[in-house]
């Protein structure tokens, strides 16, 4: 599962000093990456490495890991890439060599989705520019302040015996069996939330719900807090097909290709086919991470 393993060195706070040349710049557009290139091996630039690579303004300090500097680029349109360099999807975070590249290609894209979609103010419509001292974004004209957005949502192992329920997506770009999951609604607890995505997709009842741990997840600028639950009744499912193609009750011997190990879902679903799944996630998994 990919979690930072020194997160008491982690900084989110916005250095309003330039980039220099050793700092890594990510340069991110839409859902593409610019990355360096040396054959198979893919890894994240430097400042000094795409010094004149044109952007439309200085790129934004995104975070500090150690003595390591990230900045952020975000560029207009799309570039041609320089020799050496080559656009990926976001989601090559996955293939990374570096696993600490793998983080901070996530983290980055998290903030730069924030950026590219607070362009304006929601309020007046006025320009939006970097707080000096904090991590927002302030409006030119009315002074509103907004900060990075992140969005609750659950995830959870359904077990039924020795049957674990795993379902696919309708649509996007992620088809593999996983875990239930949703958003959590307004004026919904984390227990709510679960409940209903799980009845609502999957039309199941479950109880002993319990909570196993949590996982930030800059795809969808979410905080994915996982969970695990016993069937409560009956085991037929019923699909909502607007959100999902596929579900089905798998035991351990027969789990289908599934959620990647960067993921939450795929700590889980190991936890139960390893018959793990009643030792919830603690710091000792965060620094095997």
Not at 81 to 93: L, M, N, S, Y
Not at 200 to 216: A, D
Not at 247 to 272: K, N, V
């Amino acid at each position: 599962m990919l979690l930072n393993p020194a997160h008491d060195q982690f900084h989110l706070n916005y250095d309003p000093n330039p980039c220099a040349p050793e700092d890594l710049l990510l340069i991110i557009m839409g859902d593409a990456v610019l990355l360096k290139t040396a054959g198979e091996c893919k890894a994240l630039p430097s400042c000094g490495e795409l010094v004149a690579f044109p952007l439309p303004s200085a790129p934004l300090h995104a975070f500090t890991q150690g003595a390591q500097r990230v900045f952020l680029g975000l560029p207009a349109e799309r570039s041609p890439a320089p020799e050496g360099f080559a656009w990926e999807p976001v989601r090559i975070f996955r293939e990374l060599d570096s696993q600490q590249d793998a983080l901070f290609l996530i983290l980055a894209y998290h903030l730069a989705t924030w950026y590219t979609r607070h362009r304006y103010c929601g309020a007046c419509s006025g320009a939006m520019h970097p707080a000096a001292e904090e991590r927002a974004l302030v409006c030119d004209h009315c002074g509103l302040s907004v900060y990075p957005q992140i969005s609750p949502a659950v995830i959870v192992a359904i077990v039924d015996g020795d049957r674990l329920l795993l379902a696919r997506n309708a649509t996007g770009a992620f088809r593999h069996y996983s875990l239930i999951a949703g958003y959590v609604e307004v004026g919904e607890s984390l227990e709510q939330a679960a409940r209903r995505e799980i009845l609502e997709e999957v039309g199941l009842k479950v109880k002993h719900l319990r909570y196993m741990g949590s996982q930030p997840w800059g795809l969808s600028q979410s905080l994915m807090v996982g969970f695990c639950a016993a069937l409560d009744g009956d085991a037929t499912i019923t699909l909502q097909a607007s959100e999902l193609a596929d579900a089905q009750w798998f035991d351990a011997q027969s789990l289908p290709e599934h959620a990647g190990p960067a993921s939450i879902a795929y700590e889980l679903i190991e936890r139960f086919r390893t018959g793990r799944l009643d030792t919830p996630l603690d710091d000792t998994q965060e620094e095997r991470a």
